[in-house]
């Protein structure tokens, strides 16, 4: 009922940006936490950023200082400025939503994932 759709992924080398961009659709009565997770290969998925409704942010440490999360409520969408990438970095990136339904039903969705990859 919800969809995530993803852009922005793509190779890069170390030390240079990108900037990956989510936008939610569907069935949404409020969106409360946009975030940005990854999962590298032989890993466990690992919150890189998140955003709640109020502003208020959470990053992983290992990404404190280069990647910055942004949000555009109006538009459901949610964004992540990534900057001085390193090869750590390269791993599938995926945008989740927390929110209500218009039934206030509580959703948790995911998108499809975006690779980034680093090189050194």
């Known amino acids: 009922q919800v969809r995530l759709v993803e852009s922005g992924g793509g190779l890069v080398q170390a030390g240079g940006s990108l900037r990956l961009s989510c936008t939610a659709s569907?069935?949404?009565?409020?969106?409360?936490?946009m975030g940005w997770y990854r999962q590298a290969p032989g890993q466990q998925r690992e919150l890189v950023a998140a955003?709640?409704?109020?502003?208020?942010?959470n990053y992983a440490d290992s990404v404190k200082g280069r990647f910055t999360i942004s949000r555009d409520n109006a538009r459901k969408a949610v964004f992540l400025q990534m900057t001085s990438l390193e090869p750590e970095d390269t791993a599938v990136y995926y945008c989740?939503?927390?929110?209500?339904?218009?039934?206030?039903?509580?959703?948790?969705?995911w998108g499809q994932g975006t690779q980034v990859t680093v090189s050194s």
């Open positions: 955003q709640a409704d109020d502003g208020n942010t």
């Open positions: 569907g069935r949404i009565y409020k969106v409360n936490n």
């Open positions: 989740n939503a927390r929110g209500l339904t218009p039934t206030l039903i509580r959703f948790d969705s």
